[in-house]
């Protein structure tokens, strides 16, 4: 057993495990205010990367300032999906909302390829690609940056849910009619949690574009991204990110084992039966709430 | 005279009907009348029409595809029949829906703070708060334990306090008393009495347990089957045979001190 090797697999597992954080933590976000899981998180991200190279590319601006200008598109087409979209939706049967979501990721994944075409653009971050060396453990830059933006939304949001706005959210979340019943505005409310999650697409779609490039392939981060958020707990920020490192190392190390025995393509596998398992044995995850039943 | 007596009414419902998915008629030309200040119990059975009746004054009704269809209601002199829930919170509406339903995974203290409006300023949120712990001690102990675990009278409280927080002029209570020990609806009902007494905070309070509403109530109103079948002062109506009979358990009645009341002519109300 090389332990050299094992640990730099295990470290890049939950590095590329923080990038899928990253993901899901947008996936939360919206969990958190309607109980449903936003199957348009993979298209949210992938628009967000084309909004952010539309803006440096096509218009010329330099990527600090297009980034941040992206950030403000997209919280403003996160309200305006609540408000055209979901708020007739209110009051009907959740998954009336998750087939609309499902509705509005084949939408955007078809206007990006209307717009700029099917064919990959890259990012152009300017992050060195030269290894960084840990000892004798290699380790990929852009994924180190990106594990940094992770944990770095991580601690603002688990501030942010402390505030104020953040409480009235989480009540929302609880409870709709009693939030109601205080004057809470639970359209706004849902149109926030929406707006948040499309700021954390933009982060999730420069960090995974610079990665795999930007394609209509990035909305496809979802099926990962939900399995994290699934094995978290779906309403827990913390379980995101704890799940991600998890699901990361599993999958790094797990297919170094196992692709020698099947051919390849353990990857996948390893993925589907975590998120298998978790529905099957823990299906609040690991952190999840689950309803508080008083004995 | 009659301008003299509106005028003295913070709430005024006037032959109000609502609808459930444009089919289900739930209540049939319900008036009722808060004057400022005081304290009003809605009685009558399950399914009778109160918690409508309530719902139809807070506009929750939309959150279950009910709406007024006819008649209209009136806030402080303005009409309010067609306002937002939202907007009626603003106003000074807020309505403790049945069940507690406090937000369970909050502590109390967030609950307190999730209800507060828009624009409170912090010193006075936590005046508020002060004064809600003040009149609810229990809930101050607890204040940072998860809601959920409270037990049903302190939820109660917390569901009380929380809609203390939204500084309303009229507390509307869907059943306050369901499930709870004697002794702890005794307190509450005690607090919300100081309450409105110490604030002039107007109380609508829907209940089954008549006798202990008509305990703190100065008037009554009795619904049933989505009409207002009787209105009188709380004196009056613990002491109608009817009442005493189905409502409060009573089972002599002394039919020389009491005018008896026909039953049929109540439809004609």
Redesign the interface.
């Known amino acids: 057993m090389d332990w050299v090797f094992l640990s730099e697999l295990a470290i890049n597992g939950a590095l590329t495990g923080l990038l899928y954080s990253l993901f899901a933590i947008g996936l939360v976000l919206i969990y958190k205010a309607s109980s449903v899981p936003n199957l348009a998180q993979g298209g949210l991200t992938m628009v967000g990367a084309y909004v952010v190279l539309a803006l440096a590319r096509d218009v010329g601006l330099p990527l600090w300032l297009a980034i941040p200008l992206a950030a403000v598109v997209m919280f403003g087409l996160g309200f305006g999906i609540e408000r055209v979209a979901l708020r007739r939706l209110a009051g009907r049967p959740v998954v009336m909302i998750l087939m609309l979501t499902l509705g509005l990721d084949i939408f955007l994944r078809g206007t990006t390829l209307a717009i700029w075409g099917g064919t990959s653009r890259s990012m152009e971050l300017g992050v060195s690609y030269d290894p960084l060396f840990l000892g004798d453990i290699f380790i990929s830059r852009i994924h180190l940056v990106g594990a940094g933006v992770a944990l770095a939304l991580f601690v603002a949001f688990m501030l942010f849910f402390r505030t104020r706005t953040g409480i009235k959210l989480r009540a929302i979340a609880d409870d709709y009619m009693a939030s109601w019943s205080v004057g809470i505005s639970v359209e706004r409310g849902v149109g926030l949690s929406w707006a948040l999650a499309s700021v954390v697409a933009v982060a999730a779609g420069v960090i995974w574009g610079e990665i795999q490039g930007v394609d209509q392939a990035l909305s496809l981060l979802l099926l990962k991204g939900l399995t994290v958020a699934v094995l978290g707990g779906l309403d827990s920020i913390l379980g995101a990110v704890i799940a991600g490192i998890i699901l990361g190392v599993v999958e790094n190390v797990g297919a170094d084992f196992l692709d020698p025995l099947v051919g390849g393509g353990s990857r996948e596998l390893i993925v589907a039966a975590v998120l298998i398992l978790t529905v099957m044995i823990r299906p609040h995850g690991l952190f999840g709430r689950h309803d508080i039943e008083r004995v | 005279m009659q301008e003299k007596v509106e005028a003295q009414n913070i709430l005024s419902m006037n032959s109000v009907e609502v609808l459930y998915d444009n089919v289900i008629l739930a209540i049939k030309g319900v008036s009722v009348q808060v004057p400022k200040g005081e304290m009003i119990a809605l009685l009558g059975s399950n399914g009778a029409g109160k918690s409508t009746t309530l719902k139809a004054i807070?506009g929750?009704l939309k959150?279950?595809?009910g709406r007024i269809s006819r008649g209209e209601i009136t806030f402080q002199g303005a009409d309010i029949t067609e306002a937002l829930?939202?907007k009626r919170?603003?106003m000074g509406i807020?309505?403790?829906?049945e069940g507690r339903?406090?937000?369970?995974?909050?502590t109390p203290d967030?609950?307190l703070?999730?209800?507060?409006?828009r624009g409170m300023s912090r010193s006075t949120l936590n005046a508020e708060k002060d004064k809600i712990y003040a009149y609810f001690p229990r809930l101050a102990e607890r204040k940072n334990s998860?809601a959920?675990?409270l037990s049903g009278g302190e939820q109660q409280m917390l569901a009380i306090g929380?809609?203390l927080?939204?500084q309303p002029k009229l507390l509307m209570l869907d059943e306050p008393s369901l499930g709870l020990a004697p002794f702890l609806v005794e307190e509450i009902f005690g607090i919300l009495q100081k309450i409105n007494k110490d604030e002039g905070l107007s109380v609508l309070l829907v209940e089954q347990n008549a006798l202990a509403a008509l305990e703190i109530v100065s008037q009554g109103y009795l619904i049933e089957n989505g009409r207002v079948v009787m209105h009188g002062t709380a004196e009056a109506l613990k002491s109608n045979s009817d009442i005493q009979e189905f409502y409060l358990g009573g089972g002599e009645t002394d039919f020389h001190n009491v005018k008896h009341y026909s039953r049929r002519k109540r439809w004609l109300s």
Do not use: D, W
């Open positions: 807070s929750l959150a279950e595809r829930a939202q919170v603003e807020c309505h403790v829906i339903r406090v937000f369970e995974h909050l967030e609950n703070t999730a209800a507060a409006p998860q959920g675990y929380r809609a927080v939204t």
